[in-house]
């Protein structure tokens, strides 16, 4: 056990290490509390008008029990305050509510900015902002997570609409509860922070630890308990970013490699914080903006594993050209990987760079991201990288 964001966080559980629970969850599947998350629900008449000023995602265009990534942003800079994901929830267009998921890490910075830009736009008697407390949240991750979810849905409940759940959407199931004669309803999000198909679960606090531990005694031989360990290998394998290491206040998406974020209309009609400095940066020079100095990139590295902070430098070693921001040993490649940023220019996977771990510089090579291919259940494709 570890302390995390004002929690008692377990590494890993005593049945399997880390490489071995980062390996059954690619191959079975695992069951991680993330109830240390921070879940919001954001409603009324002017929550798209406060999503549209302090995220570059399109609210309005957001169809109900749908999901997206997205970022709160800082004015004039553009850098980051948190990485979230917003799902939209059934509700009427004149009155719409916001399920929001942001980081425990986070916690107090993230209430405080979405209480302080409600007042300073004047819009609380228009906007009703309420933290989750306790509430509940498990991440049911891994190849069999469908078949494993589905052995606790309520009776006669309607399996067809977890069987046609696609990843970025949502769902309400009734879920077993105990002796499997009683049940509740919890939000259930297709998608996860481990690169494969799997499900986030919203539970309410008194229906938590009957639901998992209900999961667990039914799928003794597929499903495991996994712990930050895991999840943090599985999350750099997938290319995730982690706030705090790869993401923070003085980074813009665009540096972070999360231009995609940023739908064609945003960036047409603007309105949002820190759009004179995020337009302009994903401008080329050549076209009239500054584009960026530096990019994040994933890196395959030599040697001893690039721990957070290792400088990564010029293959010839005279030039200091970033810095890793995470870093691990790869169970799923059996080869360390990393993440950081580093200098544009040398962005482009296959560049030869090297890392300086332990007073030594070591060869590393710049590599595309997810460093494994992704599992998510789409729409079209059915199981398909992300």
């Known amino acids: 056990m570890v302390p995390f964001a004002g929690y008692s966080m377990p590494v890993q559980y005593s049945d399997l290490s880390v490489g071995e629970s980062h390996k059954w969850t690619r191959e079975k599947a695992s069951l991680f509390d993330v109830g240390h998350m921070v879940q919001h629900h ?8 406060l999503l549209s000023l302090i995220t570059p995602t399109s609210p309005s265009a957001l169809k109900p029990n749908r999901s997206t990534l997205s970022c709160l942003l800082h004015p004039v800079t553009g850098g980051i305050v948190d990485d979230t994901v917003i799902t939209r929830l059934p509700s009427p267009e004149s ?11 986070c916690r107090d910075k993230d209430i405080a900015y979405l209480s302080s830009q409600i007042t300073s736009l004047g819009l609380g008697a228009e906007i009703v902002h309420t933290v989750l407390e306790d509430q509940g949240l498990i991440a049911l991750q891994g190849p069999l997570s469908k078949s494993i979810l589905m052995s606790v849905l309520a009776q006669g409940a309607d ?5 046609n759940l696609y990843f970025g959407q949502s769902t309400t199931l009734p879920l077993q509860i105990g002796d499997g004669r009683s049940s509740t309803s919890c939000l ?3 998608g996860g922070y481990t690169g494969e198909d799997g499900f986030e679960i919203s539970i309410l606090p008194e229906y938590t630890e009957p639901i998992t531990e209900l999961l667990l005694g039914k799928n003794r031989e597929t499903l495991r308990l996994a712990g930050l360990g895991a999840r943090d290998s599985l999350r750099l394998e997938a290319g995730m970013c982690l706030y705090g290491h790869d993401l923070d206040d003085t980074t813009t998406p665009v540096e972070a490699g999360l231009s995609w974020i940023i739908p064609k209309e945003r960036r047409e009609e603007g309105g949002f914080h820190g759009v004179e ?8 020079k050549k076209d009239g903006g500054t584009g960026v100095a530096r990019r994040r990139v994933g890196l395959v590295t030599e040697g001893a594993p690039a721990r957070q902070g290792a400088e990564i430098v010029a293959e010839d070693g005279r030039e200091v050209l970033g810095k890793i921001t995470s870093g691990c040993p790869s169970p799923s490649l ?7 940023y580093i200098k544009s220019g040398f962005h482009k996977a296959g560049t030869q760079v090297g890392v300086v771990v332990r007073g ?27």
């Not at 954001?42 to 929550?47: D, E, I, R, V, Y």
């Not at 399996?159 to 069987?163: D, G, K, N, Q, R």
């Not at 400095?277 to 080329?284: M, P």
């Not at 030594?360 to 494994?372: E, G, L």
């Open 188 to 190: 259930v999000s297709r």
């Open 42 to 49: 954001l409603s009324g008449p002017a929550a798209i008008s």
């Open 95 to 105: 009155n719409p509510t916001f399920y929001i998921v942001t980081n425990a890490a």
């Open 277 to 284: 400095s995020i337009l302009q940066q994903l401008k080329l």
């Open 360 to 386: 030594k510089t070591r060869k590393a090579t710049i590599s595309r991201m997810p460093f494994v291919k992704t599992n998510y259940w789409r729409e079209k494709t059915g199981t398909a990288p992300g």
């Open 159 to 163: 399996s067809f609409a977890l069987e």
């Open 334 to 340: 059996g080869r360390n990987i990393a993440m950081g």
